[in-house]
């Protein structure tokens, strides 16, 4: 079906910024919205940005103005720009596609790779 490969992620100091990127290959479809999503130790998964084929935009109130999210539907790939980083971004960071197939709503999750803020 849909694969996405998430390569990035590291270790970064307070104030430093970090670029990560996420392929998606396999059966895809025009229309689909891909988003970020992260989760902290003893924390639920949360939207981190979302970005529709329009390229429309969401941001938590967290990340906004400090985060952004971009895709090119040529390379099949979708960004995403932190700068300002705080200790409080350190999570596990997913790329997610979402589509409808048929009637059902289905989603699609990377491996996830990991954001460390730290002095």
């Known amino acids: 079906q849909v694969q996405l490969v998430e390569p990035g992620g590291g270790l970064v100091q307070p104030g430093g910024s970090l670029r990560l990127s996420c392929a998606a290959s396999?059966?895809?479809?025009?229309?689909?919205?891909m988003a970020w999503y992260r989760q902290a130790p003893g924390k639920q998964r949360e939207l981190v940005a979302r970005?529709?084929?329009?390229?429309?935009?969401n941001y938590a109130d967290s990340v906004k103005d400090r985060f952004t999210i971009s895709r090119d539907n040529a390379k099949n790939t979708v960004s995403l720009q932190m700068n300002s980083l705080e200790p409080e971004d350190t999570a596990v960071y997913y790329c997610?596609?979402?589509?409808?197939?048929?009637?059902?709503?289905?989603?699609?999750w990377g491996q996830g790779t990991q954001v460390t803020v730290s002095s």
């Open positions: 970005i529709d084929t329009g390229g429309r935009t």
């Open positions: 396999g059966r895809l479809f025009s229309i689909h919205t």
């Open positions: 997610n596609l979402g589509r409808y197939e048929g009637s059902k709503y289905v989603q699609y």
